[in-house]
T-cell receptor
Framework: KQEVTQIPAALSVPEGENLVLNCSFT??????LQWFRQDPGKGLTSLLL?????REQTSGRLNASLDKSSGRSTLYIAASQPGDSATYLC???????????FGPGTRLSVLP | EAGVAQSPRYKIIEKRQSVAFWCNPI?????LYWYQQILGQGPKLLIQ????????DSQLPKDRFSAERLKGVDSTLKIQPAKLEDSAVYLC??????????????FGPGTRLTVL
């Protein structure tokens, strides 16, 4: 059974810092991995999706990497801004046709 | 392109009452998911539909929860009777599945349920 963990559970940084969020999964036979952002009281917004054959994906100040062999993905946020404050969740899809398993999320606060 | 629509946005009921949530996925998305998200946790899949058929409902508490997607488009999730522990945000998501599709999920705004 796939299990997904995220470290740290919460993170507070000053504006302008570069930061890394971590996602670990137990079954390396994945189909893809998706990073989401969730603002308080809102639904999930897709940030990046990495297929199993890819090593990384980039969108603006965000870069997500995937290392299947070690069961890890990282989300790198460059030059953080107060508007980046949210909870960041990763979700792993084990195989084609199977459902996503979510991690518990990392709550990020970027202080002005 | 319109996103995933959900209603209502908020619902407060007393325990043992019934409640229903509605979801309309992105047009053309064959796969629809219902998730339950308890405060401080990641979403947990309740049920997954492919068109109007159920793909996975292994985590759906079938004694009180039911869901349907009769015409393969919009879907309804019902709780009857509700318990205190059902207080959560209920999220609907959809994805385009098929050869070459990325299987990327898109989420609606969610329905926040409070059971008193």
């Amino acid at each position: 059974k796939q299990e997904v963990t995220q470290i740290p559970a919460a993170l507070s940084v000053p504006e302008g810092e570069n930061l890394v969020l971590n996602c670990s999964f137990t079954d390396s036979a994945i189909y893809n991995l998706q990073w989401f952002r969730q603002d308080p009281g809102k639904g999930l917004t897709s940030l990046l999706l990495i297929q199993s054959s890819q090593r990384e994906q980039t969108s603006g100040r965000l870069n997500a990497s995937l290392d299947k062999s070690s069961g890890r993905s990282t989300l790198y946020i460059a030059a953080s801004q107060p508007g980046d404050s949210a909870t960041y969740l990763c979700a792993v899809k084990a195989n084609y046709g199977q459902n996503f398993v979510f991690g518990p999320g990392t709550r990020l606060s970027v202080l002005p | 392109e319109a996103g995933v629509a959900q209603s209502p946005r908020y619902k407060i009921i007393e325990k043992r009452q019934s409640v229903a949530f509605w979801c309309n996925p992105i047009s053309g998305h064959a796969t629809l998911y219902w998730y339950q998200q308890i405060l401080g946790q990641g979403p947990k899949l309740l049920i997954q539909f492919q068109n109007n058929g159920v793909v996975d409902d292994s985590q759906l508490p079938k004694d009180r929860f039911s869901a349907e997607r009769l015409k393969g488009v919009d879907s309804t999730l019902k709780i009857q009777p509700a318990k205190l522990e059902d207080s959560a945000v209920y999220l609907c998501a959809s994805s385009l599945v098929g050869q070459g599709a990325r299987n990327e999920q898109f989420f609606g705004p969610g329905t926040r349920l409070t059971v008193l």
